[in-house]
């Protein structure tokens, strides 16, 4: 499960962001652009460093 301040990468295009909420299985995110938007916990995988 995803924590509001993981960094997450976006499985299908390799988008990189910060999870800012998580309701349930979505998480909203901020992308790298400054773009936000809710997506699947399924879709998303955390960032290793």
């Known amino acids: 499960m ?3 301040g993981d ?3 976006f499985i299908p295009d390799g988008a990189r962001g910060t999870v800012v ?3 349930g299985s ?3 995110i901020v ?3 400054w ?3 809710w997506e ?3 879709e998303l995988r955390k960032e290793e460093k």
Request: proline fraction near 0%; glycine fraction near 0%; charged fraction near 20%.
């Open 21 to 23: 909420a998580v309701n």
């Open 35 to 37: 773009f936000t938007s």
């Open 31 to 33: 992308w790298e652009d």
């Open 26 to 28: 979505l998480c909203h």
């Open 40 to 42: 699947k916990a399924e």
């Open 2 to 4: 995803f924590a509001v």
């Open 7 to 9: 960094c997450v990468i």
